[in-house]
């Protein structure tokens, strides 16, 4: 298993990748999900599969998300009923992305790193718990469990 700071390492590569995309377009977005824990110091027992952010925009600028999503799962492909509205789901540049399009963005604390907002630690958990996944209950009990050890 990779240790947290490869896992960061690699993290912040896909995030550069993308994060070059929206900049290019002059689109503000916000790292929300477990690649901002991680960025936050928060160990995380898995691999980040993917960017999540939220990204403030109208629905014209949200047009390009579906672009890409529409790309990455073609119609009547076998992927059709992982496509959504919200959030959008790609692949931009061999990173997988998931996009919510927001007029504000949904975490009301954020902290800012390398010129670049991430959510914070408590919020991402306190979304992630409202989804009820079984993913997020394990990295919430490997959280705990890590603290407790210190």
């Known amino acids: 298993m990779k240790s947290m700071e490869e896992k960061l390492v690699d993290f912040k590569?896909?995030?550069?990748?993308?994060?070059d995309f929206l900049?290019?377009?002059?689109?503000?977005?916000?790292?929300?999900g477990s690649g901002a824990l991680l960025t936050c110091g928060i160990?995380?027992?898995?691999e980040v599969g993917d960017i999540d952010l939220e990204v403030l925009c109208?629905?014209?600028?949200?047009?390009?998300?579906?672009?890409l999503q529409d790309a990455t799962f073609p119609q009547n492909s076998q992927y059709q009923s992982l496509k959504s509205d919200k959030?959008?789901?790609?692949?931009?540049?061999?990173?997988?992305?998931?996009v919510w399009t927001v007029e504000e963005f949904s975490h009301e604390q954020c902290v800012k790193k390398d010129g670049i907002l991430y959510a914070?630690?408590?919020?991402?958990?306190?979304?992630k718990m409202a989804y009820r996944r079984q993913k997020d209950f394990?990295?919430?009990?490997?959280?705990?469990?890590?603290?407790?050890?210190?």
């Open 13 to 19: 590569r896909k995030l550069g990748v993308v994060a």
């Open 23 to 32: 900049e290019s377009r002059g689109l503000r977005f916000m790292v929300v």
């Open 43 to 46: 160990p995380i027992p898995r």
């Open 58 to 67: 109208n629905g014209k600028e949200a047009d390009v998300f579906k672009v």
């Open 87 to 98: 959030p959008y789901i790609f692949t931009y540049r061999g990173v997988k992305v998931n």
């Open 120 to 127: 914070t630690a408590y919020g991402v958990l306190k979304k």
């Open 138 to 150: 394990e990295d919430l009990t490997h959280i705990v469990k890590t603290l407790l050890e210190i």
